[in-house]
């Protein structure tokens, strides 16, 4: 019903199923970038011109339409990045090098695992992680323990796995936190494609936000920092549009969110990320997720059809992402018989290696969808699967 929106499947007749890794943008969200690139193209915050007034406005109203969006208190814990990778990065190295212990769970995309290696953490130094049970549930008990012994950490956790589609209960993750005075932040970045985020429902402190995932453009995302932190975030890079006032002794810098943002932003990208959050607003979260975990139930039933199918997780509490392999099959193999066929899917570790080691594989076929996705293309989905294996086995 909504693939009318998309360019793309005008212009494809691939199946796509790789959402996880980034999202089809609807038309819109093109034209917005269009129109800033051919109509009224200048750089923002700078010029006093009409156009540079212009590209200004429409890039602090992408910055409203998210606050509105993730109800948030302020533009101000508003900061645009190029993406969830960014954004962790930027708090790993702006915020949390004073905190002795992080703390992230066994689902995390290497984005949330990398980050804190690179300030010389490890499991023996300053990084605890969280196990999850024989279905991918994260422990709770375990969780708790950690932060008794460990107060006043910092835990850094996925809300939904890229790889498994498990959602992780990021409220009682949040309450159990702040209850051993501990600040969490939160990865979205699977989360907006799919259902509503209220940050101050939440209480969350920081939420890393994707903008090609949420069916935006690529290179753009944003960090939400609640206000109370702001004072204490230093900026990630400094430079044009970061300043109030430079000589050469010093320099002193603007308020947030602008002493965050240096340099030329992703000025067309912002734009268009605000597009789709429009655009996800007309269609509404009640049926994003009414059609999402129809087609999701209806996936999962096709696939526990296919003979030799091994899943890692049931699907309750799970959305977007359904990871498998077939006993004795390369899923190599699979992805590229499925490429021939024109069904997009991935194959891999997804950017989770160390879950992926724990389970004993290499990695899964990944089949991820989103609300445009029906049952039309689970069947191809389906047929192309049973052609594969017909073919490997």
Not at 39 to 49: I, L, P
Not at 78 to 93: C, D, H, L, P, Q
Request: with cysteine.
């Amino acid at each position: 019903m909504f693939k009318k929106d998309f360019p793309y499947f005008k212009n494809s007749d691939i199946v796509y199923l790789d959402n996880a890794a980034t999202t089809q943008k609807p038309q819109v969200v093109i034209d917005s970038q269009v129109e800033y690139y051919e109509k009224y193209c200048a750089n923002t915050h700078r010029s006093s011109f009409s156009d540079a007034n212009k590209a200004t406005q429409k890039y602090e109203d992408s910055r409203k339409i998210l606050k509105e969006f993730i109800n948030a208190s302020l533009n101000e814990e508003i900061i645009f990045t190029k993406g969830v990778s960014e954004s962790i990065n930027f708090v790993a190295s702006s915020f949390t090098r004073d905190y002795k212990t992080v703390i992230i769970s066994s689902l995390e995309h290497h984005s949330n695992i990398v980050p804190w290696h690179m300030q010389g953490r490890n499991l023996s130094q300053g990084l605890k992680v969280v196990n999850c049970d024989s279905n991918l549930n994260f422990d709770f008990e375990e969780y708790e323990n950690i932060l008794k012994e460990n107060p006043n950490s910092f835990v850094s956790v996925t809300h939904i796995s890229n790889a498994f589609g498990k959602i992780h209960d990021i409220k009682k993750i949040i309450e159990l936190a702040h209850k051993y005075e501990s600040v969490v932040m939160v990865d979205a970045a699977q989360s907006l494609a799919h259902t509503k985020i209220d940050v101050q429902e939440l209480d969350v402190d920081f939420l890393a936000i994707s903008g090609h995932k949420t069916f935006g453009p690529t290179g753009v995302g944003a960090l939400y920092v609640k206000q109370q932190h702001l004072k204490n975030m230093k900026p990630y890079q400094t430079g044009g549009a970061t300043i109030h006032e430079v000589d050469f002794n010093s320099s002193t810098l603007l308020d947030s969110p602008y002493k965050f943002e240096a340099g030329t932003q992703n000025i067309a990208g912002v734009i268009g990320f605000g597009e789709a959050l429009k655009y996800i607003t007309r269609i509404g979260y009640k049926n994003i997720e009414t059609i999402e975990k129809d087609v999701y139930n209806y996936l999962n039933e096709e696939l526990s059809k296919l003979p030799n199918i091994v899943f890692y997780n049931d699907i309750e509490n799970c959305i977007g992402s359904r990871s498998f392999n077939f006993k004795n099959i390369s899923h190599d193999d699979i992805g590229i018989l499925l490429d021939k066929m024109k069904v997009a899917i991935r194959v891999g570790h997804h950017c989770a290696q160390p879950i992926m080691k724990k389970l004993g594989i290499r990695g899964t076929i990944r089949v991820s969808t989103a609300f445009y996705n029906d049952y039309e293309d689970i069947n191809k989905l389906i047929k192309a699967l049973k052609k594969a294996l017909d073919i490997l086995n």
